[in-house]
């Protein structure tokens, strides 16, 4: 790793709030731009000018990544070079005065509740299938992130009162409910299939979701469950974590949910992230009128 990568670590996590796949994205963003430093210049990250940061973004989009991938890599920076400023290490950032590429944002792919009706029905009665229908349903229900379903340990839900404890990228807890379907599945799968899914002697084990070895589940994993189960209802687009996210707040806005309610269930710092699904909402509605109405 790079100079300082622990002690910034320590930094985004207890003062920035992030989660730990954040802290490693910025970690790594830090790490190829030393590489690039060294091999450039052979200087070391604290005399890095603004030119290096400004050639090495140049860099990033000449090798073709996205216009994503260099805001990552430019918020990484100037996080990092901001961390630096605050510890003494150095005065002035390099990272100064250098703005984002701008993204073009893409509307969020989503499901019809019909396509999601179809693909909660999929998963049978055996372990792995009581297993896989608390997880979509959890995934629909609430919306929440993919590293939020595995980090959820057993005792963040609450079946009696019908709610999953969270904590999100930024640190702050929220408190969601998980509806009668949900609640239903999360409660067969906790009572009858969880423990037999544990090795013997892994009653410590907290992860709310396990495998088949009795670990918690990975990311991959739950992954490819989405895959086989896409697949298996017949839905062209390839069904990830987020396109349930994406399906659950579309729905809700659909239904009458307001903005400011949808943002404090989906963990958003910003209005601006939920306002797009209430676009999308708009452009179905047009789409609806455009194609009803006689005179449209």
Known sequence: MFEYSESFSIYLGEHKKMSPNTISAYNRDVLEFSKFLLEKTGAGLKDASNTDVVAYL????SNGKSAATVNRNTASLRTFYNYLIETSHINESPTANIKSPKVARKEPEYLTITEVDRLLELPDNSI????DRAILEI???????VSEVIEANIEDVN????????????????????????RAALEEYIFEARSKLLK???EENTALFVNYVGDRITRQGLWKLLKEYSKKAGIENKITPQTL?????VHMIQNGADLKSLQELMGHEDISATQIYLRV???KIKDVYDKAHPRA
């Not at 792995?128 to 297993?131: A, E, L, M, S």
């Not at 995934?139 to 992130?145: E, F, P, Q, S």
């Not at 999100?168 to 409910?177: D, V």
Request: proline content about 2%; overall charge positive.
């Open 245 to 249: 996210r994406n399906s659950f707040a």
């Open 281 to 283: 909402t708009k452009n």
């Open 128 to 131: 792995r299938g009581i297993r």
């Open 58 to 61: 140049f860099k990033l989009k």
């Open 200 to 202: 013997e002697g892994a």
């Open 139 to 145: 995934l629909y229900a609430t919306g929440i992130r």
């Open 159 to 182: 079946l009696r009162m019908g709610f999953i404890t969270c904590t999100g990228e930024f640190g702050k807890a929220r408190i969601i409910p998980i509806g009668r379907m949900a």
